[in-house]
């Protein structure tokens, strides 16, 4: 028995973008695109057929045609096409299209997907009045066919809309945005592996790669800092040693010595340090080394899974949840190694260390002198790299959270108002 052919509704109110934007998708799919509207415009402009009256005299008026009679050219369409695939926006409309549909059709074909074109009625009689302005020849492209048209959509087709919800069948889409943007979700919802940049043109994927930088930047700036501090010691015939001891990561001072021969000496000196400064370090490095892994990855999965990541709730909760959990500790870090860099730098102070006598261990405290301090500079960026990095992961932070709340508010519409161009 031959299989059933697939159906995909697309709904949404005049000027959503639904006739444009399925034209769009047919081009990467073997879908045939069957708008209920274009059929019964098409049947409207004959002059000749009865039908074609009485669908001028609904359409006019922003009510609905009979059932019966678009069920019947959407079969008639369908049978003519050959395929088994269908794309067909503006149906059903009303509780009265669901049960014809389920009357005439629900043994003949299987609904596969539910689209819902989310738009504002000011977008969309701002569109419509502007193709019926560049002379689009339909006759409800007018303010007041408009309106009802709309009211008849809030009224009749958002209970229709619900009701696929409750079937787990519908997806939404944001038809607010710009047209490549919307025929993108769509594309994504349809299960298409497409490497993209396009997360990349908006904050959430622009700043997530910043992320990836500058938390490279920042542990590394401490990984691989080998400070230093030196003096000159007085072997007392008129010759002098240079003195020079390392402070590598991560900067447990207290485990640290060298041992130095000075002076021709036979018997080596031991320099220490007291101190450590390693949990505040290694804190904000691994903070580093966590960002930059997850970074990585959510890189890898905005450039080759953005559809998986739009359609899967999970994972965008995941997301926001690490991307919180990461700037709070970045926060935590970069204040904790603040402070550390502060102690570290008063213990390697070569002034101070000279005047200690119980760093030094068989020395002669009168022949030290010329202290040098090496350079800490790396260590205090890498402190501003973190709060950097705080910044930016709250800031998307607040990004993320904003798609979700904008993907999940009330009636699905995020804060957007670039038209898109306007189907029927």
């Known amino acids: 028995m031959a299989a059933l052919p697939e159906v995909v509704f697309v709904l949404g109110g005049p000027g959503s973008g639904k006739g444009t934007q399925c034209s769009k998708i047919i081009k990467e799919f073997e ?33 609905i045609v009979p059932v019966e ?26 509780e009265d299209n669901l049960s014809g549909w389920t009357k005439n059709m629900a043994d003949k074909t299987v609904v596969k997907l539910v689209l819902c074109m989310d738009c504002s009625d000011d977008i969309c009689i701002e569109r419509c009045m502007g193709r019926g302005a560049a002379g689009s ?66 904050p959430r994927g622009f700043i997530r790669a910043l992320e990836f930088i500058f938390a490279i930047a920042a542990f590394a700036s401490v990984t691989n800092f080998v400070g230093s501090i030196g003096f000159d010691y007085d072997c007392g015939t008129g010759k002098t040693e240079a003195v020079r001891l390392t402070v590598p990561y991560p900067f447990h001072l207290g485990s640290h010595s060298e041992n130095k021969i000075l002076c021709g000496a036979t018997k080596p000196t031991k320099f ?50 690490l991307t919180l959990v990461l700037a709070t500790f970045w926060l935590a870090g970069s204040g904790a190694w603040a402070n550390g860099l502060s102690g570290l730098k008063h213990e390697t102070d070569p002034v101070e260390y000279i005047r200690t006598p119980q760093f030094l261990y068989g020395l002669d405290m009168a022949k030290l002198h010329n ?14 790299l973190g709060f950097l990095n705080f910044i930016m992961w709250t800031g998307n932070t607040w990004f993320l959270y904003k798609e979700l709340k904008d993907e999940q508010g009330e009636n699905g519409v995020p804060n957007q108002s670039v038209p898109a161009a306007a189907g029927p």
Not at 38 to 50: F, G, M, V
Not at 77 to 87: D, E, Q, T
Not at 371 to 384: D, H, N, Q
Request: charged share 20%.
């Open 69 to 94: 009679i678009t069920c019947e050219l959407l079969h008639k369409a369908m049978k003519a096409s050959g395929k088994h695939k269908f794309l067909i926006d503006g149906f059903p409309r009303n």
């Open 272 to 321: 220490t340090f007291f101190g450590d400064y390693s949990s505040d370090a290694q804190f904000f490095v691994g903070t580093g080394v966590l960002s930059m892994l997850w970074a990585m990855i959510t890189v890898a999965v905005y450039l080759l899974g953005e559809q998986n990541y739009r359609l899967d709730k999970r994972l965008r909760y995941v997301d926001f949840g």
């Open 137 to 202: 020849g339909r006759s409800d492209d007018n303010l007041t066919s408009l309106k009802k048209r709309l009211v008849t959509f809030r009224s009749a087709t958002l209970p229709i809309v619900e009701h696929y919800d409750k079937l787990g069948l519908l997806r939404r889409i944001n038809a607010e945005r710009p047209a490549e943007q919307v025929v993108f979700a769509l594309l994504c919802y349809f299960g298409v592996m497409i490497v993209t940049v396009q997360p990349f043109l908006e």
């Open 371 to 384: 202290p040098r301090s090496g350079s800490f500079a790396a260590l205090t960026i890498s402190v501003l």
């Open 31 to 63: 879908f045939v695109h069957l708008s209920a509207g274009d059929l019964l415009r098409d049947e409207q402009a004959n002059k000749e057929s009865e039908v074609g009256q009485l669908i001028e005299y609904h359409i006019v008026n922003g009510t």
